[in-house]
């Protein structure tokens, strides 16, 4: 056999680290026995993922697949030599052990700039302080967390992008963080304890998206942000008394959110908003706005008010969904006069998509169709699909019936 | 100033060239946008002002071939957008780096307002084009991996980071899954590692020393395997008939260039079969039947085995195979039994068993060694034997398919076990979990796994095993065993399994 070349070792330094780093940390380490380069090659990787795949541990018993596990890390921790930029523990079987502390505690020595950590089962895990003094963060991922940081904590200076999902953290805590982070760009949350008003200020913030149970969302100073989704995922109590208040919970969200091009408000989110004194109009227009998808239930009033104030204030919207969430109520009165304004004479110039879903055919959820076709002179496609066990031939015939104003505009029906 | 200049010039010519220069020293003409699209020689046309006529025309780094370089050029003239404007900004050229690094967030959030306004409709255009993308970089990437590295190498050294990702992408998907010896072999590695330093820490193998053992005398074993197979091709002409004796059958067995397929019958017997290492055709079977009718030999048995237990700490040498049976029917010595042979013209229509035998190991070579044959192997079952091996080796030697057809309609209950394993390998039966050696790299001999349900064997599974060999690492359980990962392919079901060594 003719000696060949071996030219995948002289290749430069960063595109074998490159390589290594696409491959999983179990055949990554296994290179170190090809040959006398290839030994340390691996630990300069600047990227350890270990996540379900990467120490495949058959057994059965708790104990041993926690040792195996934490043996597995710890003798690649020590051998890694260089800068560990992306971290990640995700396995499946890993509890909030003592041993994370330790790692965090290596890696806070260094330079880490994403770090995630999984736990996926057990109770949350509490992370240490020395979590909180990671420089060079710019991505931070936790699921099923604790966090407390210290009082001395300045926030991550350099964090672009947080996302924290079952963890349970205090308000103060949390604003703190929120504001500290002053590049701050990217914000998700979901599913957490501890936090009733969110209170979101973050000047560089463009993504926002929360998920889960609270009272109130606020933002203040978030002129850059783009893209929002809010699901509240737990009905509004009907407190009379509370709402009715003097300022427009929808006013305030407005004014706050002047550039936002995509906006999700997802499950109960809408009945929060309409909680509120609900105006006819906006004082001004969304016009950066060209996405909303809501969840609305038709046959309320001040939802369905609020979703039309919302869709008033959008002049160019290009795509609009909308999804009936039916509540169980004790009357379901006929709505009308909701979707229609005679005051209003803008129309939706941009819009070519609807999708509307979740409707059994009342009148409110026919007013609104009829109201988005006959002002939606561009619209290529709207799509109605009725709820579960509902639809049929009346609410098509309806369907039928209506005037568009674009010649373009495809109605399509689609079985529930 | 130059991009004023470019975009004042874009107009004007319908399409201006770079001079290049490669390696070769042949200087040739590249169009301008294809040629803009690698960021060095961007930046030497701008910076620079060379590539503007022949004289000056840029140099290429040293690390691209012109081979490469036209690969890189058909790479570049695919992945440039089609000019849609006259005018080239930075802000156009921002666009179409981030476009064709696969990051539609970028277009989103860092590309101009110009595009902003654009809308939906451009987004999915750029969608459908970065489908055809994809498809056209993995056609892209497939050829052989010297030129893959040399791919890299050219890409990097022009600074071009979507192909050098795409290629080192490329590179990880070889590397992933292979042993290391399979590695050194694609790459041309050379071995120079020391057995110890072989087996510092790999993740999975770091404490025991029977791992390590384990793992050394597997290295031995296959480079002397390798050694033999390179002498054994200058023999290949020697004619193998099958008349030996089974004491030839045995030291030729022990002589560790023998494959080992073993299959049980029903309790009585199991027949082991063996196929040679070299090449991939059968070099000569030959059936030993053991069986175990005797007392006397039951608790010979039970001595060899323990014999083996410890034989097996200090040299499982793993040359042959055999499977054993706990308690009731231990297997070890050869036996004859008529009624086998019965059963056995319908070869491959017995029943077969795996033995359960959790707690030990064989030594096979050992094992052999003490085995009474000759008292037990009269001439007349000798011919018979042979009978059956012509018979097993045609069936064997038949294509797959017919075979399997074969298999599956032989009924549920009858269904045949081959435990096939290389000379590099222990086999040993658990329950309904055959076991497997740990490299089958050199094998293209089809393994059938038979394995017993609490119904009774009622499912069988076959592992063919082509060049692309497994990937097979050992791993501890909870009770120190030594635990391997087997894929059973498509045939009837697709589970893992887990083997004991």
């Keep these: 056999m003719d000696t060949e070349l071996d030219r995948i070792s002289s290749l430069p330094g960063h595109v074998l680290d490159q390589i290594l780093s696409v491959l999983p940390i179990r055949d990554a380490v296994k290179t170190s026995s090809l040959s006398s380069k290839w030994r340390y090659k691996w630990s300069h990787i600047p990227h350890l993922v270990f996540d379900t795949q990467c120490a495949s541990i058959t057994s059965e018993d708790q104990t041993t697949v926690k040792n195996k596990l ?15 930029y992306k971290f990640k523990l995700s396995h499946r079987d890993l509890l909030g052990v003592s041993d994370i502390d330790r790692w965090i505690l290596h890696l806070s020595r260094g330079s880490t700039k994403e770090f995630v950590l999984e736990i996926w089962k057990g109770q949350r895990y509490r992370l240490p302080s020395c ?19 210290p009082s001395a904590f300045k926030g991550f200076r350099n964090l672009k992008s947080l996302h924290l999902q079952h963890v349970t953290l205090s308000l103060e805590a949390f604003e703190n963080l929120i504001s500290r982070c002053a590049l701050l760009e990217r914000l998700t949350l979901m599913n957490f304890d501890g936090l009733t008003h969110l209170k979101i200020n973050a000047p560089n913030l463009q993504f926002f998206d929360v998920g889960g149970v609270f009272d109130d969302v606020s933002f203040e100073n978030t002129l850059l942000l783009t893209q929002v989704t809010i699901a509240l995922y737990e009905n509004v109590k009907n407190d009379q008394n509370v709402c009715r208040r003097s300022s427009s919970k929808l006013l305030s ?10 906006l999700k408000l997802h499950n109960y989110f809408l009945k929060n908003l309409a909680m509120s004194k609900i105006p006819s109009t906006l004082p001004k227009s969304w016009v950066d706005l060209n996405y909303i998808s809501i969840h609305i239930n038709f046959n309320d009033f001040e939802e369905s008010s609020v979703a039309f104030c919302l869709l008033k204030s959008c002049p160019n919207l290009q795509e609009i969904e909308m999804l009936g969430r039916p509540e169980e109520q004790a009357v379901v009165k006929p709505l009308t006069g909701c979707w229609g304004d005679d005051n209003w004479k803008s129309l939706f110039g941009q819009l070519r998509q609807v999708k509307i879903a979740g409707i059994s055919g009342t009148r409110s959820e026919l007013d609104c169709i009829k109201f988005l076709l006959s002002n939606s002179p561009v619209l290529e496609q709207m799509t109605v699909r009725p709820a579960p066990n509902e639809g049929g031939l009346e609410l098509v015939k309806e369907l039928l019936r209506f005037r568009r104003a674009s010649i373009l505009a495809e109605v399509i029906y689609m079985e529930p | 100033m130059s991009e004023v200049d470019m975009a ?32 060095m020689i961007c930046q030497e046309a701008i910076h620079k002002g060379m590539g503007s006529s022949k004289n000056c025309a840029v140099s290429l780094p040293q690390r691209v071939s012109p081979a490469m370089f036209s690969l890189i050029l058909d790479y570049c003239r695919f992945h440039q957008v089609p000019g849609r404007s006259n005018k080239v900004s930075t802000q156009f050229w921002h666009f179409i780096c981030s476009l064709l690094a696969l990051h539609l967030e970028l277009l989103v ?20 084009f970065v489908k055809e993308r994809k498809s056209f970089d993995e056609k892209f990437v497939r050829m052989d991996t010297k030129r893959l590295c040399e791919l890299t ?43 110890e330093e072989k087996l510092e820490p790999l993740k999975n193998t770091t404490d025991d020393p029977r791992i390590r053992l384990l793992n050394r005398l597997y290295a031995k074993k296959r480079k002397e395997l390798k050694e033999r197979e390179k002498l054994k091709d200058v023999e290949a002409e020697e004619d193998h008939v099958d008349d030996r004796s089974v004491d030839d059958l045995l030291s030729f067995i022990n002589g560790g260039e023998v494959l080992l397929v073993v299959s049980n019958l029903d309790d009585n017997y199991c027949k082991v079969e063996c196929e040679s290492l070299a090449g991939l055709k059968p070099y000569w079977k030959q059936e030993i039947f053991f069986s175990d009718s005797k007392g006397i030999k039951t608790s010979k048995n039970k001595k060899k085995h323990r014999k083996r237990k410890d034989l097996q700490k200090c040299a499982p040498s793993n040359e042959a195979i055999e499977t054993h049976k706990k308690e009731s029917n231990t297997v070890s010595s050869l036996c004859h039994n008529v009624g086998v042979d019965q059963k056995l013209k319908s070869s491959l229509g017995e029943t077969l068993k795996l033995q ?63 435990l096939s394993v290389n000379g590099n390998g222990a086999l040993k039966g658990h329950g309904s979990m055959p076991s497997f050696p740990l490299s089958w790299a050199e094998m293209n001999i089809p393994v059938w796994i038979l394995s017993q349900t609490a119904n009774g064997w009622n499912n069988f599974d ?25 894929q059973r392919q498509m045939f009837l079901s697709s589970e893992w399994h887990f083997c004991r060594l």
């Excluded at chain 1, 979590?131 to 940081?149: A, D, R």
């Excluded at chain 2, 107009?11 to 770079?18: A, D, G, V």
């Excluded at chain 2, 003490?370 to 000798?382: F, G, M, R, Y």
């Excluded at chain 2, 076959?462 to 087997?486: A, K, M």
């Design chain 1, 70 to 84: 934490v043996s597995i890390i710890d003798h690649v921790l020590l051998l890694h030599n260089g800068p560990i």
């Design chain 1, 131 to 149: 979590l909180f003094s990671f420089e060079n963060l710019i991505h931070l991922e936790l699921f099923n967390c604790l966090l407390k940081p």
């Design chain 1, 253 to 262: 969200f407005f004014v706050n959110l002047p550039h936002i091009r995509r």
């Design chain 2, 8 to 39: 004042v010039i874009k107009p004007e010519m319908m399409k201006s060239y770079i001079w290049i220069q490669t390696l070769d020293g042949a200087i040739q003409q590249v169009e301008q946008e294809v040629a803009m699209f690698c960021p």
């Design chain 2, 109 to 128: 959030h860092r590309s101009s307002r110009r595009w902003n306004s654009r809308g939906i409709g451009q987004l999915t255009l750029v969608c459908s």
């Design chain 2, 153 to 195: 190498s050219a890409a990097d050294s022009l600074q071009l980071k979507p192909l050098v990702d795409l290629t080192s992408r490329a590179l990880a998907r070889i590397i992933e899954g292979k042993t290391p010896e399979e590695i050194r072999e694609i790459f041309h590695l050379p071995d120079d590692l020391t057995e």
């Design chain 2, 356 to 418: 359960d035998a959790a707690d030990e190991v064989f030594a096979p070579t050992v094992e052999f060694d003490d085995v009474d044959i000759d008292d037990e192997i009269d001439p007349a079952l000798k011919e018979e034997i042979d009978r059956e091996v012509e018979d097993f080796a045609r069936i064997l030697n038949s294509d797959w398919p017919e075979r399997m057809q074969e298999l599956l309609s032989l009924g549920q209950e009858r269904r045949p076990t081959h």
């Design chain 2, 462 to 486: 076959q592992i063919v095993i082509q060049n692309r060999p497994l990937s097979l690492t050992p791993e501890l359980d909870e009770t120190g065993e030594i635990f391997i990962h087997v």
